[in-house]
């Protein structure tokens, strides 16, 4: 492909010190994830794929290795430019919503848009428009503990999209829900993610839903490695 991949991932490595134990987790990961691509990231619990997602979603710095956004190398950059390109070009959905108690569906979805610098007004009408195209239009005006937990994922997942970024990451979205509300909440940020065509990549342990990925990864031993799930 010629394209810029909106990720590039090269030798990153990390590994965690605890006192006097230290755990290497990743030891050279390669990615490129490209416009409009969905790649699935599969591996057991403590593989290292929320380690591998929260360096290429700039939240952490690794021990080593380099990544850069839509061809732009991140590894340098000062801490305020990173954030920079989270905010416009990264979206982040965890498994535990993270969602903000005391705020509504449709503030917590304005808010980030607002904090990229958007008036009000197309913020909030923006915000209105992904949670109705998550299903949620008459639960705008509710907060978080007043909505299911399906609910409150889609309103992450909304959040995440908010900036229209070029990259979403996902660890494992619908890990936390049962298998019905997981099914359909996942279907949901497919669509969403196609009629967008932003990147993805998605961490989970399900492989009902790896096999709706455009490709699956696998992390073994701190790599990665292609993976059939067909
Ligand atoms: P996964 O998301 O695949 O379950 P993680 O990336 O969360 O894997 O964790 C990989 C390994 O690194 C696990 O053994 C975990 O305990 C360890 N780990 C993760 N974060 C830290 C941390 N901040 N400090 C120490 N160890 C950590
Ligand atoms: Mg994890």
Redesign the pocket.
């Known amino acids: 492909m010629s394209e810029v991949p909106v990720l590039s991932v090269r030798g990153l490595e990390r590994t ?1 010190v ?1 006192g006097d134990r230290s ?1 290497t ?1 990743l030891r050279g990961v390669d990615l490129d994830v490209y416009p409009g691509e969905i790649v699935g990231l599969i ?1 057991p ?8 997602l929260h360096a290429a979603g700039l939240l952490e710095r690794p021990n080593a290795g380099d990544i850069a956004i839509e061809g732009r190398d991140c590894t340098r950059m000062s801490e305020r430019a990173r954030t920079r390109v989270r905010l416009g070009s990264i979206g982040f959905v965890y498994q535990f919503h993270h969602l903000l108690a005391e705020f509504t569906a449709l503030d917590n979805v304005a808010l980030p848009q607002m904090i990229a610098g958007a008036a009000q007004g197309p913020a909030r009408e923006r915000a209105g428009r992904l949670l109705s195209q998550l299903g949620l239009a008459d639960r705008v005006e509710h907060q978080p503990a007043q909505m299911s937990g399906g609910e409150q994922q889609r309103v992450a997942i909304a959040r995440a999209l908010a900036n229209a970024p070029r990259l979403l990451l996902a660890d494992e979205p619908t890990g936390n829900l049962d298998p019905t509300t997981s099914s359909e909440v996942f279907a949901s940020l497919y669509q969403l993610v196609r009629e967008t065509g932003v990147a993805a990549v998605i ?1 989970t342990h399900n492989f009902e839903l790896a096999r709706h990925m455009d490709r699956v990864l696998a ?1 073994k031993d701190g790599h990665l490695e292609p993976q059939s799930v067909f």
Do not use: E, F
């Open positions: 965690y605890t755990l987790v591996g619990s403590g593989s290292g794929k929320s380690s591998l961490a992390l």
